[in-house]
């Protein structure tokens, strides 16, 4: 019992970073409806400026001065951020600003990297409680009573102020109806700017506050990332005690599951997380009103339409010059060219769901991973001819997708997303654990293409046949009645039900057929590396192919694949550069902000102004 409730309060004391962290995060997503990734940044930047307060504020006046300084000084970069990255974009669609807070993640990165240097930093000793007190004969930080008595404080301060202040007020309202608020004369600007400043100067706070805990290095911001938005997601989107009640859960299991079942520790908190969101669609305390977009973000598009005979003549030349290509182009070129197709086969796949269907999936790489190793399995272990073992890729990630489709699309909007995150990483755990069959992060290797496609160029052909072919076929599922009934699903479900369309069993359907365009781009991944590792099916690999579909375009059909190929190519230039993330980053930002609407859209629009195309409207 005594060893039970010392893990107890360890849990307890873990909870206090993540509840400041989440708690930031829920108020800015309540508010502004932000899927704000660059959060576990701000956390990051609190624990190194909280270590340089420290270094010169001596004594207890100075440590704890240092932990409030430190969320001050993170609240005004965060309002900084809002302000420059942020606000401009607020009229694209919501989930668009996604891409534009992973460019702030990539900044982020090298300046902390160029200001605070590689090497990771130490926290200091909280001053006056060093040592341990016994409690039941366990010894017990000191620091971490003094934390568990923090906590509640924290939140009945910010509870006073969302209750009790008017800041509150038009905070609660926000957070009901944004548009009703506006029309009542509040400048929403300044509004979701002090909002923002806010939820990262708590960040900054949690990050400083777990100082004596830890320290600071620069992966931590995606270390705690995935946890801030589990917490978030099981409490309920922009409930703060659904955030406490949350964190404390989730901290207190993950201390019992190093102590009892340590394999558990890197999937148990996303375990709960689908649990809960299987039983309460919106969390603990959520309710549905604030559970994100259903459907598509912004104004409804123009009607699709087929490519005319111009744009069928451009794609066929197109494809035209790419097989002719191995006739001048190097084998270097080539590679890079196949990583492309298959990159964009893979993008096209989640373009298919996220773009017709208004689904936005976290966890795609499940799918794109999947196929890969359900190919690799049948070489590595049972000698299976390259053919057949391709061919079992797609097959093996749409009953894959069948059976996370089965949960996920009973929910909508960040639930949707954040439940196909949770399906992900347990699939990536069974790939990471199971090292009897996968290997764990060994990987699986030695897994060729048969030798008539042993050849750079012969197999560089095989994917342009294949991963065109893919992309060609979502295309065409778009235009047929199928992708006309997902689309009207899309934009207003309830007149599609109306209709006598079965709008969730179409969803699920789609939600299958991209699995299975996932698998087959994994099954071209996995021979032209010869290998798969478990990073493929990581967390990453969906935001990814998630940035490439927005940088593209989500309302274009070619986004997917323009993206792709952008993001592959800048990256392939960019990474030669020694701080080649911050680079990256502005870029993202700066095509965020000029090209609202995609680099298709954008140049499309573009070209329909000057004259060189048509509008759809004219057409």
Same mark, same amino acid.
């Given at each position: 019992m005594a060893f039970f409730f010392a893990q107890l309060l360890t849990g307890l004391a873990n909870a206090a970073a993540l509840f400041l962290v989440a708690s930031g995060l829920s108020l800015i997503f309540g508010v502004t409806r932000i899927v704000n990734f660059a959060h576990g940044s701000f956390y990051m930047l609190g624990a190194y400026i909280g270590i340089t307060f420290m270094d010169v504020l001596p004594g207890h006046v100075g440590f704890w001065g240092a932990i409030l300084l430190s969320g001050l000084a993170v609240g005004l970069i965060g309002?900084?951020?809002?302000i420059v990255v942020l606000r401009p974009i607020y009229k694209a669609p919501e989930l668009f600003q996604l891409v534009a807070t992973f460019g702030v993640i990539l900044v982020i990165q090298d300046l902390a990297l160029m200001i605070f240097g590689a090497e990771d930093k130490l926290g200091p000793r909280a001053p006056g409680l060093r040592g341990v007190w016994r409690i039941f004969g366990e010894p017990i930080p000191k620091y971490d009573i003094v934390l568990i008595a923090i906590t509640p404080v924290i939140l009945l301060a910010l509870w006073w102020l969302i209750t009790r202040t008017r800041l509150g007020v038009l905070v609660r309202a926000a957070t009901q109806d944004r548009e009703m608020? +506006?029309?009542? =004369?509040?400048?929403? $600007? /300044? %509004?979701?700017? +002090?909002?923002?400043? #806010?939820?990262?100067?708590?960040?900054?706070? *949690? =990050?400083? &506050?777990?100082?004596?805990?830890?320290?600071?290095?620069?992966?931590?911001?995606f270390n705690i990332i995935g946890s801030v938005f589990v917490v978030v997601v099981i409490g309920g989107m922009g409930s703060l005690p659904g955030a406490f009640i949350a964190a404390v859960l989730i901290s207190v299991l993950n201390v019992f599951g190093v102590a009892y079942?340590?394999?558990? @520790? %890197?999937? %148990?908190?996303?375990?709960?997380? $689908? &649990?809960? #969101?299987?039983?309460r669609p919106y969390g603990l305390l959520g309710r549905e009103e604030v559970a994100g977009e259903h459907g598509q973000v912004g104004r409804p598009e123009e009607p699709i339409r087929p490519y005319g005979l111009t744009g069928r003549l451009v794609i066929a030349a197109l494809l035209a010059a790419l097989a002719l290509l191995p006739l001048i182009?190097?084998?270097?070129?080539?590679?890079? #060219?196949?990583?492309?197709?298959?990159?964009?086969?893979?993008?096209?796949?989640?373009?298919?769901?996220? =773009?017709?269907? *208004?689904?936005?999936?976290?966890?795609?790489?499940?799918?794109?991973? *999947? =196929? $890969?190793?359900?190919?690799?399995?049948?070489?590595? /272990?049972?000698?299976?001819?390259?053919?057949?073992?391709?061919?079992?890729?797609?097959?093996?990630?749409?009953?894959?997708? #069948?059976?996370?489709? /089965?949960?996920c699309i009973r929910l909508s909007g960040v639930y949707f997303a954040?439940? @196909?995150?949770?399906?992900?990483?347990?699939? /990536?755990?069974l790939a990471f654990q199971w090292r009897q069959v996968t290997r764990g992060d060994d990987g699986l290797i030695n897994i060729w293409p048969a030798d008539w496609l042993s050849g750079t160029t012969t197999y560089y052909l095989f994917t342009l046949i294949i991963g065109a072919g893919g992309i060609i076929a979502l295309r065409h599922v778009i235009h047929a009645p199928f992708g006309y009934a997902l689309r009207a699903g899309r934009d207003s479900p309830r007149q599609a039900e109306a209709m006598g369309i079965d709008v969730k069993k179409v969803q699920f359907m789609a939600f299958a057929l991209a699995g299975v365009m996932a698998g087959l781009a994994g099954g071209l991944f996995v021979f032209a590396k010869g290998s798969i590792f478990p990073n493929e099916l990581e967390i990453e690999k969906s935001f990814d192919a998630l940035i490439v579909v927005f940088l593209g375009g989500v309302k274009t059909l070619a986004g997917g694949v323009v993206g792709a190929t952008f993001l592959a190519t800048v990256e392939d230039w960019l990474t030669r550069l020694e701080y080649w993330?911050?680079?990256?980053g502005v870029v993202i930002i700066a095509v965020v902000i000029l090209f609202p609407e995609g680099i298709v859209g954008t140049t499309r629009r573009v070209a329909a102004r000057v004259g060189l195309i048509k509008s759809r409207e004219e057409a």
């Open positions: 309002a900084l951020v809002e608020v +506006g029309a009542l =004369g509040v400048n929403q $600007a /300044w %509004l979701f700017t +002090g909002v923002f400043a #806010l939820g990262s100067a708590l960040a900054g706070l *949690g =990050g400083a &506050i777990q100082l004596p805990k830890g320290g600071a290095d620069l992966l931590m911001d079942l340590p394999q558990s @520790t %890197l999937v %148990l908190m996303f375990v709960v997380m $689908a &649990i809960v #969101l299987i039983i182009a190097e084998p270097f070129v080539l590679i890079l #060219l196949t990583d492309i197709i298959i990159f964009a086969l893979f993008a096209a796949s989640l373009h298919f769901i996220l =773009g017709t269907g *208004g689904l936005v999936s976290f966890g795609h790489a499940a799918f794109f991973g *999947g =196929g $890969a190793y359900a190919a690799a399995l049948l070489v590595y /272990w049972t000698d299976t001819p390259m053919e057949l073992a391709f061919l079992f890729a797609p097959l093996a990630a749409g009953l894959l997708a #069948l059976m996370i489709g /089965w949960f954040m439940l @196909t995150l949770a399906f992900s990483q347990l699939v /990536w755990s993330r911050l680079i990256l």
